[in-house]
């Protein structure tokens, strides 16, 4: 059972302009989500995280949007860089564990 | 460099063996997690500990087992190897038990031929 799914396996977007990736979730138990972002053979790297009391959180050039109501977050990559061209998966946990569950990724490439 | 290292970082072995896949957190963190990801696939979470006692427990399937030893590193045993169970394996590891984000080591590529 996919509990958080991306259902864009990939996007692409020019330099300087926003990425913007989704993720929608089913169990609405989950309470903490996260972004992750992976380039091959290197495991995945922490971006950044949003607890189910906030709709926003901003990180430098990164932001998550969390929409309880819809099941869906959002991360927004803004200005777009080539250096972000790489998988990001959203993840989901529910308190008290935190067992992750990933979505399958979606592959961002920021072209020149 | 995460602080989470993994041992071995490839692994070619038969069908029908045994292997165990090894993980150092980072230091001070209690909590380990053990992912796997097969080809063009998700990260399909296995299991966690929390300072040696089993936490939380995924997809894991009989044949594999794992363990968080009293200086907290991990070990995961896969046994009666099959071809696919060729995948990558991913150990993370965290200060806390929930809400937080985990640390995740460059993985170990388990091929079964």
């Known amino acids: 059972d996919q509990q958080v799914k991306q259902n864009s396996p990939s996007l692409s977007v020019q330099e300087g302009r926003i990425s913007i990736l989704n993720c929608d979730y089913t169990?609405?138990?989950?309470?903490?989500f996260l972004w992750y972002k992976k380039y091959p053979a290197e495991g995945p790297t922490f971006l950044i995280s949003i607890s189910s009391i906030k709709d926003k959180n901003e990180d430098g050039r990164f932001t998550v949007f969390l929409n309880k109501s819809a099941k869906h977050l959002s991360l927004h990559i803004v200005p777009s860089q080539p250096g972000d061209s790489a998988v990001y998966f959203c993840a989901a946990s529910e308190w008290p564990d935190n067992d992750m569950r990933f979505g399958a990724g979606t592959r961002l490439t920021v072209k020149p | 460099d995460s602080g989470v290292t993994q041992t071995p970082k490839h692994l070619i072995t038969a069908t029908g063996q045994r292997v165990t896949l090894r993980c150092s957190p980072r230091s001070g963190d209690l909590s380990v997690y053990w992912y796997q990801q097969s080809l063009d696939q998700g990260l399909q979470f296995l299991i966690q500990y929390y300072n040696g006692e089993e936490r939380a427990k995924g997809n894991i399937l009989e044949r594999f087992s794992a363990q968080q030893f009293p200086d907290l590193h991990s070990e995961l045993n896969l046994s009666s190897l099959e071809l696919g169970d060729s995948a990558l394996y991913f150990c993370?590891?965290?200060?806390?038990?929930?809400?937080?984000?985990?640390?995740f080591g460059q993985g170990t590529r388990l091929t079964v031929v």
């Open positions: 169990n609405s138990m989950f309470d903490y």
């Open positions: 993370a590891s965290s200060v806390l038990s929930s809400r937080t984000e985990a640390f």
